[in-house]
Nanobody, 118 residues
Framework: QVQLVESGGGLVQPGGSLRLSCVAS????????MSWYRQAPGKGRDLVAT????????NYADSVKGRFTISRDNAKNTVYLQMNSLEPEDTAVYYC???????????WGQGTQVTVSS
């Protein structure tokens, strides 16, 4: 059974930091590109960052470049999103996504809420 379980969300003040984690199970983790998406209230789901299976390549949305860092530990089947210098505009539900690099297969986590507010 495939599972993606996110954690690490919460309430943080502007300028603060959070680290999100997503633990995967039920598939060959290293064969999947991993991404973080976010969805703010009343808006669509937007791509935040992606990392390839071996972790050799990353991509970021312009809005988070220089503030967020995506990384993965294939030995722990875990992908992380380190978020620094958080802004109120970063408030959203953050979702973990796994996309196969070989087949048209994609999985989603249940999401974790991040709220940036003073």
């Amino acid at each position: 059974q495939v599972q993606l379980v996110e954690s690490g969300g919460g309430l943080v003040q502007p300028g603060g930091s959070l680290r999100l984690s997503c633990v995967a199970s039920g598939f060959t983790f290293s064969s999947y590109a991993m991404s973080w998406y976010r969805q703010a209230p009343g808006k669509g789901r937007d791509l935040v960052a992606t990392i390839t299976g071996a972790g050799g390549s990353t991509n970021y949305a312009d809005s988070v470049k220089g503030r967020f860092t995506i990384s993965r530990d294939n030995a722990k089947n875990t992908v992380y999103l380190q978020m620094n210098s958080l802004e109120p505009e970063d408030t959203a539900v953050y979702y973990c996504n796994a996309r196969s690099m070989l087949y048209p297969t994609s999985y989603w986590g249940q999401g974790t809420q991040v709220t940036v507010s003073s």
